[in-house]
């Protein structure tokens, strides 16, 4: 019986692919019990050849190839072919730690709930390189609704699927997969887990090392991922189309406007030309033109600016980076260290 699937895409990753791959024969698992999902997403390194060896002493491994398409269609993919009970999909440059799984695994098939979210630790290759043993919290178990799980454990910086096991007939029975093309794909993914999840588990348990390198860095936020973020706003603000209580909805409109934010800092921050900060704020105001906050003054005006004046919000939040966050705070945060000195 295939407990787990374990779905992995594999795409330009060839430093940290087999550190990853390790980890999950690394959980005292038999291999009985689960498969490993590779989709290779066309990529065009070594990533698979630093694997081969790893994966030919295993005979639950399945490996799939396709035209690079994404992250989301190759998760997409791997569910589609998934035997499982449960699903997991750890990123191909991230870590399991070290028999962190089974205990969680064995919790699923116990409660037969619709997800089971865990902890996670993040750390450089240097934090990862120097650390021999990390030290693993007390298994503390409790069961939620998934609006429960929302309201109470969900935030808005962390929509990582990597750090849940999912029931494989609750996202077929949902209809719940990846929206296609687009990075960020996390984000509705989770929102929708869980608003329509029904019995779920949270579990302080340390599952993963979340990997952060260079490449991950606010330095590589293009025009690209900014549209790209702008459709993750849009298909997480369709959920209002649910029927969700008051306060899931506050919840999920002060989410929004946290996406929001990180939307339009990340746009002042790495697009230098105005003319791609206006054209990123005409392609957001085209994908959600209803777009409202208002669980706060700050937040009806900057709906009120959103919706008549796109253009004057996007030179103002520009404006307040070059003078307020680039000059004032640093020389008032440097004032403040050179008085305490």
């Known amino acids: 019986m295939i407990e787990l699937s374990i779905i992995v895409p594999v795409y330009n990753v060839e430093k940290y ?22 989709v290779n997403d066309g990529t065009t390194d070594n990533s698979m050849e630093m694997i081969t060896d790893i994966l ?12 690079n398409q994404g992250l989301s269609v190759a998760r997409n993919n791997g569910i589609a072919h998934a035997k499982g009970k449960y699903i997991l999909m750890p990123d191909s440059d991230d870590i ?26 993040v750390m450089t290759d240097n934090d990862i390189r120097d650390i021999e043993e990390i030290p693993q919290k007390d298994f ?18 962390e929509c ?24 960020f794909q996390d984000i509705p993914y989770t929102y929708e887990c869980y608003l329509k999840a029904e019995k779920c588990l949270r579990i302080s348990w340390l599952l993963n090392i979340y990997r952060q390198w260079p490449g991950a ?59 791609d900060r206006i054209a990123i704020m005409d392609y957001l105001k085209e994908k959600a033109p209803y777009l409202a906050f208002n669980n706060s003054t700050k937040q009806k005006i900057i709906t009120f600016l959103y919706r008549y004046m796109p253009h004057v919000l996007i030179r103002l939040r520009y404006i307040y980076r070059i003078v307020i966050e680039d000059r004032v705070l640093p020389f008032y945060n440097h004032r403040i260290r050179t008085k305490h000195c």
């Open 56 to 67: 030919i002493k295993h005979n639950n491994v399945t490996i799939i190839n396709q035209e």
């Open 217 to 275: 860095s606010t330095a590589t936020f293009t025009i690209k991922k900014a549209k790209d973020f702008c459709i993750a706003i849009e298909k997480t603000q369709e959920f209002n189309q649910l029927a969700l209580s008051s306060k899931i909805r506050s919840k999920l409109q002060e989410s929004l406007f946290v996406h929001f934010s990180v939307l339009l800092f990340n746009t002042c921050f790495s697009i230098p030309i105005e003319s």
């Open 96 to 121: 399991l730690i070290k028999n962190s799984l089974k205990p969680l695994l064995k919790k699923s098939i116990e409660s037969q709930v619709d997800l089971v979210v865990a902890d996670f630790i």
């Open 17 to 38: 692919i087999r550190p990853g791959i390790e980890s999950i024969f690394n959980q005292g698992l038999d291999d009985n019990c689960f498969e490993v999902i590779i």
């Open 140 to 157: 503390s178990i409790k069961e939620k609704s998934g609006e429960m799980l929302f309201l109470e454990d969900h935030s808005p910086y």
């Open 160 to 183: 990582f699927v990597w750090r849940t096991l999912y029931k494989r007939e609750f996202l077929i029975n949902n209809n719940i997969s990846f929206f296609p093309g687009i990075s």
